[in-house]
T-cell receptor, first 113, second 110 residues
Framework: SQTIHQWPATLVQPVGSPLSLECTVE??????LYWYRQAAGRGLQLLFY??????ISSEVPQNLSASRPQDRQFILSSKKLLLSDSGFYLC????????????FGDGTRLSIL | GQNIDQPTEMTATEGAIVQINCTYQ??????LFWYQQHAGEAPTFLSY????GLEEKGRFSSFLSRSKGYSYLLLKELQMKDSASYLC???????????FGAGTTVTVRA
């Protein structure tokens, strides 16, 4: 069966510091991969999605970036974090084309001080 | 993206029934998803409707009316563990990326 791993679970970072969040999927090949952010009490905002290695689409302008160095690895990065980057970051995957359910990792709660 | 609307909060008593409504506007319809999200946790997939009518899965059922742009999630025999946020999501017509509603927080009281 497929599983998705996301780490770390919790992260506290100072403003201006770099960021690297990692997500890996096991048990499948060539998944679609997604990064979302959820602000407190709000809906999910899609940040990036990827349909293959090295293929990244950005949904909103921001100081975050994403990379997919391997088929089942998706990384969310920032060179300099802002206070507004605080939130709950979720990685998700699904398969193929068409309307397929997305399955989420456990999330990373990021607090910027 | 899509325009998705659902109530912010609902409260119900243990053992009761609650119906969470979701209305959407989309240029092309590719079905509708419901997710459950407990506080501090990731969303988990509950149901997917693409045809009109009611789909039942144990205590949870989901209904769709494509002509009305309307869906609801019905939670029966409520349990305390059903206290969570319930998210309605609709795929884009061209690329199938999901647009999520803001979620409905359901609180179950004893």
């Amino acid at each position: 069966s497929q599983t998705i791993h996301q780490w770390p679970a919790t992260l506290v970072q100072p403003v201006g510091s770099p960021l690297s969040l990692e997500c890996t999927v096991e048990g499948t090949s060539n998944p679609n991969l997604y990064w979302y952010r959820q602000a407190a009490g709000r809906g999910l905002q899609l940040l990036f999605y990827s349909v293959g290695i090295g293929q990244i689409s950005s949904e909103v302008p921001q100081n975050l970036s994403a990379s997919r160095p391997q088929d089942r690895q998706f990384i969310l990065s920032s060179k300099k974090l802002l206070l507004s980057d605080s939130g709950f970051y979720l990685c998700a995957w699904n398969m193929g084309t068409g309307a397929q359910p997305q399955h989420f990792g456990d999330g990373t709660r990021l607090s910027i001080l | 993206g899509q325009n998705i609307d659902q109530p912010t909060e609902m409260t119900a008593t243990e053992g009761a029934i609650v119906q969470i409504n979701c209305t959407y506007q989309t240029s092309g319809f590719n079905g509708l998803f419901w997710y459950q999200q407990h506080a501090g946790e990731a969303p988990t997939f509950l149901s997917y409707n693409v045809l009109d009518g009611l789909e039942e899965k144990g205590r949870f059922s989901s209904f769709l009316s494509r002509s009305k742009g309307y869906s609801y999630l019905l939670l029966k025999e409520l349990q305390m563990k059903d206290s969570a946020s319930y998210l309605c999501a609709v795929p884009n017509s061209n690329d199938y990326k999901l647009s999520f509603g803001a979620g409905t927080t359901v609180t179950v009281r004893a």
